[in-house]
Every structure is written in C-alpha cells, then in structure tokens.
C-alpha cells in the first residue's frame, strides 16, 4: 500500500447556502380578531356620532322652548294676561307629550297633568294659576316666578322622556268617578 503523504483532495460534495429564514409575514389581510376589533370601533364610533347629534339636536330645541319664554316675558311684561296666556299655551304644547289630551283638559286633570313632570307645589301652583289669570282682564300673579316655574317645568318636561299611559288623564278620572258611583 502506498503511504499517504500529505492531503488527498476530497470530494466536498454540493456547496450549501447558510439557514435562511422565510420573509416577514404580509400585515394583509389582518388576522380576525383585528377585524373584530375594527368593527367594534366603527359601531362605538357611529353610536358616538348619533348620540352627540342627537344631544344637540335636543339642547338645540330646548333653548329654542326656553328662548320662547324669554320672548314671551319680555314682550308681555306689561300685559299680564297676555303673558299668561302665552305661557299657558307653551305648557300646553310641552304637556302634549305626556298626554295626548292635555289641550282639552282643565282643573284638577290639568294639575295631574302637570304632576307627571314634577309634583313640586313651588312649580306646579304658579301655573295653575295661569289657566284663571289669562282669563281675569286684571290678573294678579307673581310674573318672575311664574315665568321661572314654566321654565323649570319646560327643562323637566323636556329633558326626561314621556311615560305613556294606557289612558289619559280624563280617562282616570272618570274611571275614579265611575268607580266610586
């Protein structure tokens, strides 16, 4: 055998690229929770758009309500009957809200009536008040307090919504009638 002096060449076989790692995964189309998440957001940020719309649209009518009571009482102050008379109806109009026959009641019904927004006697006497005063050619009434009760009456009244009632208030008294006949 032939002794071996120095390195034989070997064969070093197929030439090998290092370890690659494969490319960075696309950011399209995004994994389903991000979907979700998106949704999420477009429906948050279309009922934020709906409520503050409607919030001002509200508050715009409600300044509207409570302007018209300025007006009234700056262009009435020295005719009160014609201020009660303008106030009355406004609480009329406000009070249809509530009950669908609150044009065509008087007395007590219209006092209930007016009870359903707020049973406060400091609110609610002033403007029972109005139903007489706009009738009287002399009324006498307190106009400041008058004016502040319907304001106050007409920010309550607009500010919670109506409960409906089976029946109006001329309804239930007749039914109280009948059922005490």
């Not at 032939?2 to 060449?9: D, V, W």
């Not at 009482?73 to 014609?82: G, H, L, V």
């Amino acid at each position: 055998m032939m002794a071996m002096s120095g390195h034989a060449p070997v064969d070093a076989g197929p030439v090998l690229r290092d370890i690659h790692l494969p490319r960075d995964p696309s950011w399209w189309p995004p994994a389903p929770g991000w979907w979700m998440l998106a949704l999420l957001l477009v429906a948050l940020g279309s009922i934020s758009v709906w409520w503050w719309f409607r919030r001002n649209r509200r508050r715009a009518i409600e300044h509207a309500v409570l302007a018209e009571v300025d007006l009234l009482a700056a262009q009435w102050s020295d005719q009160p009957q014609q201020l009660a008379a303008g106030l009355h109806q406004l609480l009329r109009r406000g009070a249809l809200r509530y009950d669908a026959e609150a044009a065509r009641v008087h007395g007590q019904d219209w006092r209930r009536i007016l009870a359903v927004v707020s049973d406060d006697q400091a609110i609610l006497d002033p403007l029972t008040l109005l139903e007489s005063a706009m009738y009287r050619p002399d009324p006498s009434f307190d106009k400041e307090a008058t004016v502040a009760a319907t304001q106050k009456w007409l920010r309550m009244a607009w500010r919670h919504p109506p409960i409906r009632k089976a029946s109006s208030a001329t309804q239930r008294s007749s039914q109280v009638e009948s059922s005490h006949a």
